[in-house]
């Protein structure tokens, strides 16, 4: 198997199923309000911006992993979860007061921008903006699952799971934004917040879901989730190494902003542990700090180095990774899920955006 070919074919396939539905949803809607029908279109320029597009992807290895033999139903599914993630997406950079996604103005910074000459409030207006376009497109990923051509006992099973998914990377979200108030979280509650808001929803969420659409056993879910949650949390090391390490241009934002941000990384909270009273100084200096320059960035990175944080990082990654592929060897899963799977741990890894 090419991994990379097959990726790329998945991709164009997705992307061609979610052009398809915004051209026909930005027609139905604006004749309700042309208003209405700008903002879904801006929601279709968000959503078609780009991105990995694993969720889907995973949503039809689960489908494909529990037998499922329809493979143009379980792509047209598919899309919901990557609609779905974009509604937290448009969420999630109001949180974190990113200007930017893939390169281009978030949601609410566009709308900011757009009305900052004709209104006052032009922020508030922006973020209110976000918001409704993000609960609007929510309902956009809702109604394509509930459309899909499975049973209405399979669909109901993958809506239930759906809202549990939410569920997790929402309480994963709470637990991210109020504990690390004060740098006071402990390595317990940062691999929670990993598997929570990460490993529950990136990896095992979708692979659940399509595993349910193709009527799964509880024997398969067993295999998903030991294989998932390892690998979903070594996903979320390797974003917080990329978020300090990495290239501002593969990203499409700014590298550092989890440090403006004031995330509890796991790198973070390792460095800190082991930092002398001058080094947590600079990182403590540098954690929720907007103005954070490029020279304290590089002092940050150093202390991360020299303390053994991005060793230890880099290897727990590499252990997890270990586990999840042992699982899938042992598996009963078709050959060619097995080797999608394996190749994909390695590739969690490896990838640099």
């Known amino acids: 198997m090419n991994f990379q070919k097959v990726i790329s074919r998945l991709q164009k396939e997705i992307n061609k199923r979610l052009k398809k539905f915004f051209e026909k949803k930005i027609k139905e809607i604006k004749k309700i309000s042309p208003l209405l029908g700008k903002i879904t279109a801006d929601i279709g320029e968000f959503v078609l911006r780009g991105g990995k597009r694993i969720r889907p992807i995973l949503f039809y290895y689960g489908y494909l992993a529990a037998g499922g033999k329809d493979g143009k139903a379980i792509l047209d599914a598919a899309i919901s979860v990557e609609i779905i993630h974009n509604y937290l997406l448009m969420h999630d950079d109001i949180i974190d007061r990113d200007e930017f996604r893939r390169g281009k103005l978030t949601i609410h910074q566009k709308y900011k921008k757009n009305y900052q000459k004709i209104v006052r409030e032009a922020e508030h207006l922006g973020i209110s903006a976000g918001i409704a376009a993000g609960d609007l497109t929510s309902s956009f990923g809702y109604e394509i699952l509930t459309k899909s051509k499975f049973p209405e006992s399979h669909k109901l099973k993958a809506i239930n799971k759906l809202n549990q998914i939410l569920i997790d990377v929402g309480s994963g979200e709470i637990l991210d934004v109020f504990l690390g108030i004060n740098h006071k979280l402990s390595q317990d509650e940062i691999f929670k917040i990993l598997e929570y808001k990460t490993a ?6 979708p692979l659940y879901l399509g595993a349910i659409l193709a009527g799964a056993n509880k024997r398969i879910f067993k295999k998903i989730s030991d294989y998932a949650i390892p690998l979903g949390i070594a996903f979320q090391i390797q974003d917080d190494i990329l978020g300090i390490f990495g290239d501002e241009k593969k990203l499409g934002k700014p590298v550092g902003s989890d440090l403006k941000e004031g995330k509890q990384t796991l790198l973070i909270f390792k460095a800190r542990k082991s930092a002398n009273k001058r080094e947590r100084k600079i990182i403590d200096e540098s954690l929720r700090n907007p103005k954070l320059t490029q020279d304290q960035l590089k002092k940050v990175r150093e202390i991360i180095i020299k303390t053994g944080s991005l060793d230890f990082a880099r290897n727990l990654a590499k252990t997890l990774v270990s586990k ?19 190749k994909l741990a390695d590739f969690i890894i490896e990838r640099e955006r």
Do not use: D
């Open 200 to 205: 529950k929803y990136t990896i095992e969420g």
């Open 324 to 342: 999840s592929k042992i699982v899938i060897k042992k598996s009963n899963f078709p050959s060619k899920v097995k080797e999608f799977l394996m």
